[in-house]
């Protein structure tokens, strides 16, 4: 079955530090994956994909993730972290057949501290 | 312009009540989904309308239907709410597998 992993529930950091929120995959043939945002409150807002081509993808907000295709790893990295970041953060999958379906992880909640 | 668009954005009804979510959306895309998320803020897909064709359809009550009068819109009705069906529904388009989805900015239903 498809899957996707956020093995964190909660992610904290201090500001100005980096920040790393964690996404492992499981699905058949070339996944495309993406990575969500979600404040209090809103709904979801697009931050970066990987379909193809370069393993590192930079998105909004300085955010970036690496496509690990022997780790089934697409990990969601920012090098410096603002108290503006804290929010959740979703993982998803789209897979090949499965008519658009994104599956999404469980979410990592990141604490940004002063 | 709000690109997804989702009414109303609080419903607080009682348990056995029909009730109705709408969403539009304004940017073209060929597909509509709706997703539930529940107290623990997962996240699952209920149903997904391709050109007013429905694609998707999880493992949902029957007692939730969804409607596409257009391409540009897809209804959720509910009859007989429970209290489990508290929840935010969310509403989402695409219009190709590599741009991901667009969602409206939710619906939080409550039922007492």
């Known amino acids: 079955a498809q899957s996707v992993a956020q093995p964190e529930d909660q992610v904290n950091v201090a500001e100005g530090n980096p920040l790393t929120v964690k996404c492992t995959y499981s699905?058949?043939?070339?996944?495309?994956l993406f990575w969500y945002v979600q404040y209090p409150n809103r709904g979801l807002q697009f931050l970066l994909k990987y379909i193809t081509g370069d393993n590192l993808v930079k998105g909004s907000y300085g955010f970036e993730a690496e496509f690990n295709k022997s780790q089934t790893s697409f990990h969601l990295k920012k090098p410096s972290a603002l108290v503006s970041d804290s929010a959740l953060y979703f993982c998803?999958?789209?897979?090949?057949?499965?008519?658009?379906?994104?599956?999404f992880g469980a979410g990592t909640r990141l604490a940004v501290h002063p | 312009d709000t690109a997804v668009s989702q009414t109303p954005k609080y419903l607080v009804t009682q348990m056995g009540n029909d009730k109705s979510i709408k969403c539009e959306q304004n940017?073209?895309?060929?597909?509509m989904y709706w997703y539930k998320q529940d107290s623990k803020k997962f996240l699952k897909i209920m149903f997904s309308?391709?050109?007013?064709?429905?694609?998707i359809n999880e493992t949902v009550p029957n007692r939730f239907s969804p409607k596409s009068p257009d391409k540009a819109h897809l209804n959720l009705h509910i009859n007989s709410l429970e209290l489990g069906d508290s929840a935010v529904y969310f509403c989402?388009?695409?219009?190709?597998?590599?741009?991901?989805?667009?969602f409206g900015s939710g619906t939080r239903l409550t039922v007492v």
């Open positions: 699905v058949s043939g070339n996944p495309y």
């Open positions: 998803a999958v789209m897979f090949s057949g499965g008519y658009n379906k994104l599956i």
């Open positions: 309308y391709n050109n007013k064709e429905l694609i």
């Open positions: 940017l073209g895309h060929d597909t």
């Open positions: 989402a388009s695409s219009q190709e597998r590599a741009g991901g989805y667009t």
